[in-house]
């Protein structure tokens, strides 16, 4: 039986939660792998938390392609079924925008775009842009805290109604670089829907009125697109002009067979600074 991919609710609300893509299991595995990644990142000098910030996240330099124990995941053929699904391409576009987190981030409103509130910006021109982000949730968020809230249909419009994305274990949600989205959302006890929407006020909210994450929140992010204008601008503007995502890149670094799988299933892999090979 295969995915039930929403393309046109993906259309429609600027994203879809794609439902029971990995087992428990699986789950349970990546999340290992991605204790044993951090151990191997460490040594390497590549974690980082981010200072003075009110956050307890743990990150790592270098796109999952170039992690030993994670490439698998980015190149998973249920994955790039759901972004050949959503993008309407057999051949798209990976651009080394991938990471992983352990622990609880940062939380606020936002578009990943460049034209964030800039209606005339060229991000809102024409109906090819097609930057679209991949979210797995290694913990349950439909009754725990820690989880997304999406602002409905925002990837056509400049503001929309906020919806918690119910991911269960094992579900992956996509949404589009222009739907302003929140991450580590808080729930309430008695009033699981209700949605605090200023990050200042929602990290407030004291304990004993709010959901508990189920367990030590993990998440893993990946990016496609197909080739247009939009990701041109978008790696010209951001991707080689801020210095955590050239740092980012430069420890980057892949592999040859890596490259030939990632060709094989219709990916063409961009490498945009030299160290990435």
Partial sequence: ??????????????????????????????????????????????????PNLPTKARYAKGDLLSKEKLKKILLDDRILEIVKTVLGSEEVVYFGDSSYQIGQGLRGF??????????????????????????????????YSGGVKM????????????VFVDN??????????????????????????????????????????????????IAIFMAFSLKTKHLDRYIKEFSLTREDMLAHLRASKYDAATLELAKQKHIQVMKLVPEQG
Avoid: C
């Avoid at 428990?24 to 981010?50: M, P």
């Avoid at 964030?116 to 009754?143: A, M």
């Fill in 110 to 143: 936002h578009r990943d775009s460049i034209d964030r509130t800039n209606y005339t910006g060229l991000d809102w021109q024409g109906n090819d842009y097609s930057l679209l982000r991949v979210g797995i949730y290694l913990q349950d968020h439909k009754n």
């Fill in 1 to 50: 039986m295969g995915l039930k991919i929403d393309k046109k609710g993906f259309d429609t609300d600027g994203y879809t939660l794609v439902k029971g893509v990995f087992s428990e299991a699986e789950i349970e595995n990546i999340r290992k792998l991605v204790y044993e990644q951090f151990e191997i990142d460490k040594k390497n000098g590549l974690t980082f938390t981010l």
């Fill in 151 to 162: 602002k409905k249909g925002t990837h056509n419009k400049p503001d929309g109604e906020v």
């Fill in 168 to 217: 269960e274990i094992g579900d992956v949600g996509t949404w589009s670089y222009k739907t302003i989205h929140s991450g580590n959302a808080v729930r309430f006890k008695w009033f699981p829907k209700l949605s605090i929407n200023r990050a200042t006020r929602e990290g407030l909210i004291p304990a004993f009125l709010k959901k508990p994450e189920q367990k030590e929140r």
